[in-house]
Nanobody, 121 residues
């Protein structure tokens, strides 16, 4: 079994910063892409950023410049540094990872439980 556990969310004032973390644990052979998504009340879940196992990154256009994704492969952990936060960034932020549990096993898509980020004006 594989688990993704996010941490680092909370309440922050507009203009502030937060660093989210997501650690994968359990039966893990390899992790390819890891990413962050968010879902605001009444809206669909949207991509924030993705990072490959080699460190290549891809950001949603609206997220470029204020969000930075990184990962520590030794710790099976992905991070999201969020700066200059705005009230419209308020959402539940979800971690996602593509994980294989054995050398010949298929890659499965895993999600964390989400962490709330609230930005006050």
């Amino acid at each position: 079994q594989v688990q993704l556990v996010e941490s680092g969310g909370g309440l922050v004032q507009a203009g502030g910063s937060l660093r989210l973390s997501c650690a994968a644990s359990g039966s893990i052979f390899s992790i390819s892409d890891m990413g962050w998504y968010r879902q605001a009340p009444g809206k669909q879940r949207e991509l924030v950023a993705i990072i490959t196992s080699y460190g290549s990154t891809n950001y949603a256009d609206s997220m470029k410049g204020r969000f930075t994704i990184s990962r520590d492969n030794a710790k099976n952990t992905v991070y999201l540094q969020s700066d200059s936060l705005r009230p419209e960034d308020t959402a539940v932020y979800y971690c996602n990872a593509l994980i294989s549990s054995s050398r010949w096993g298929r890659v499965r898509d895993y999600w964390g439980q989400g962490t709330q980020v609230t930005v006050s004006s």
